[in-house]
Every structure is written in C-alpha cells, then in structure tokens.
C-alpha cells in the first residue's frame, strides 16, 4: 500500500507575514523586495492582479505603484524565518513525520489518517487560527505528485485549497493531458531523473513544471 505524502506550502509566504502584523494590507497589492530592494520576490495576488511579475526590478514598477497604491516592504527574514517556524510547529501536531522542503514548505507523513482531506482542511484552519498564513495542501503517492497536487490546488478554487490525488484514476486523468513531445523536453533537465519512480511521477512533473 502506498504512503501518502502531503506537501503544504504558505500562500505568498512573505506577504502573509508581513500581512499578520498589519491587517490594513488585507485585499491590497503588496509586493516584498529582495535583500537589496532590487526586485520583487513576493507578490501578493492583488499585486498579481496588476501584472506584477516576479523577480519584476523596482525601479519599473514606479507607474504600477502610485497608480494602484501598491505596499511595498524590504525583505524581512529574521521574521519570516521566525514565521516558519512556528508554522512547522503547528504541522507537527498534524503528521508524526515533518520534512523542512523550504522557508515555506513541507513535506508531511499522512499515514493513518482515515480521512485524509478532512485532516488536511483541519491542519489548515489551525495554523491561519494560529499563526494566521492561509496554506495549500497536496496529497499524493510520491513527493512529486504531491506537489502537483498542491500547485493544482493552489490555483483552482473549487478544491478549496487541498487536492488528495492518491486516487490513481484522478491522478491519470490530470497527468494524462500531457503531450508525448514535453518527455523530450523533460529528458534534458537530468537533474531531476533520479528522483522519479514511475511515470505519474514523470507526467506529474512536467505538469508542475508547466511544459504544457
């Protein structure tokens, strides 16, 4: 039986944090400047909304900013690390096993749990009442499926923010839209060809690497 893999990720980390000390920037476009104030690392999705891209240099951004009154703030990662932290804190009580993927991410053991988006949607609710960062939770069979799932989660609403795609039908059904030509595509980025077992796994990344 295979083991079901969760991977939650925090919806535009460090607006969010920056967002649960300062409720006015609730429903307005902030961006998050890099170390140097050079660019924008972090968008929020009002910010998204006005084409705001990411990595988008500052100084092209003046137009955008005035006009829509967008928030922008310098990069705080003595905050956004202690953020973090106190998220994993939360998934702790959530999954016996917990794998730091990134300042924002995690991977999670979902073993055991008999409904495994009811779970989920719990993990969820608790670390917004908590810490206040809305998540996304994938769930799959293998860590790369999961965060397709995530991703697909992320991006339509009528998931509500979780996708549990053990299921092997869903998962063909989502991967099996992929073109045959994109594994060519996929075969030159060898350095993610070890960490695939099967091919859900290979269709499961070209789509989260969006070659379609």
Request: a positive charge.
């Amino acid at each position: 039986m295979k083991r079901p893999i969760a991977i939650s990720d925090s919806a535009n980390f460090y607006v969010s944090a920056e967002r649960i000390f300062d409720p006015s920037l609730k429903n307005t476009p902030v961006i998050v400047l890099s170390n140097n104030d050079g660019c924008a690392v972090a968008r929020s999705d009002e910010a998204k909304v006005l084409g705001i891209k990411m990595g988008a240099p500052l100084h092209q951004l003046s137009t955008v900013i005035q006009r829509h009154g967008v928030r922008v703030f310098s990069s705080n990662y003595t905050l956004y690390g202690d953020i973090s932290r106190r998220v994993v804190e939360v998934y702790q009580d959530f999954s016996p096993t917990v794998e730091i993927y990134s300042i924002d991410e995690c991977f999670m053991d979902f073993s055991g749990f008999k409904d495994r988006e009811a779970h989920a949607r719990k993990m969820r609710q608790t670390v917004l009442r908590k810490i206040g960062v809305p998540v996304r939770v994938g769930i799959a069979s293998s860590k790369t499926l999961a965060k397709c799932a995530n991703d697909i989660a992320k991006k339509n609403s009528l998931f509500d923010g979780v996708l549990d795609m053990m299921d092997e039908q869903l998962a063909d059904w989502l991967l099996g839209q992929i073109k045959s030509w994109q594994l060519l595509e996929f075969i030159r980025q060898q350095t993610y060809v070890t960490c695939l077992s099967n091919k859900h796994d290979l269709w499961g990344l070209l789509f989260w690497k969006r070659l379609f």
